[in-house]
Every structure is written in C-alpha cells, then in structure tokens.
C-alpha cells in the first residue's frame, strides 16, 4: 500500500470518527462514543500528516481542507463572537457566547474534510 491510499483511507478514517463524535455528542445514548470517535481522528489525523505529502494531488487536497479549516476557524472564533458582542451591545444584554470553543473545533475539523472531499470528490480547483 502507497502513502497516497493511506492518504485517502485516513481521509474516509477521519471523516467516520468525526461522525461518530457528533453523533455521540448529539445522542445521550451514545455518549460513551465519543472518545472512540475522537481516537479514530486522532490516528487519521497522525496518517494524514504523515501522508500528506505523498504526490501532487494529495498535497493539494491536504491544502486545500488546512486552508478551509483555517478560514473557518477565523470565521468563527473571531467573527462570531465579534457578532455576538455587537449584537449584545445593541440590544443591552448580557447573553454569553453561543459559540464555545468545542463548537469552533468540530466545525472547523468538519470544514477540513469538505473541503477536502469536496476537492476529491468533484475536482474543483
């Protein structure tokens, strides 16, 4: 097996174990789930690294999930909460923050692996 089929077995790895941890994290009755979801991302993510570069094509898909999940997480940690605060100030009130730091990690591991199949899968760009 060549690292680009690891590539994009760690990819398909990756993306079950991050439904499997949202599943377990919108489900009480999988709630003991989740840690099995996360190892699963944490060892894809350790392949994906190592395998990233394994041929033009897989390093363009690995740019291209980093660079949406940095976007992302930009988006969120930042322009949500800036959102938040404005909207707050406006309306005099002294709501917390619906964007947690969790919420702004999953969405952005989720951005990195649509943008990654989304690559993949329609060869776009």
């Keep these: ?5 690891v590539f994009m077995a760690a ?3 990756g993306f079950a174990g991050l439904l499997l ?3 377990a994290q919108a489900t009480p009755a999988l709630a ?3 840690i099995f979801g996360t190892l699963l991302l944490i060892a894809s993510s350790i392949a994906l690294l190592w395998t990233r570069k ?5 390093q363009g898909l690995w740019n291209a999930g ?3 999940a940095f976007a992302s997480m930009v988006i969120l940690a930042m322009g949500f909460s800036f959102g938040a605060g404005f909207v707050a100030g406006i309306t005099d009130s ?3 923050n619906p964007v947690t730091a969790d919420t702004v990690l999953t969405l952005q591991i989720a951005a990195f692996y649509l943008a990654l199949f989304v690559k993949r899968l ?3 760009g």
């Design 11 to 13: 990819s398909w790895t």
């Design 1 to 5: 097996m060549n690292k680009a089929s």
């Design 54 to 58: 394994a041929d033009e094509y897989t």
């Design 32 to 34: 003991g789930f989740d």
């Design 21 to 23: 941890y949202g599943a």
């Design 66 to 68: 980093a660079s949406t």
């Design 122 to 124: 329609l060869g776009v």
């Design 94 to 96: 002294d709501g917390e």
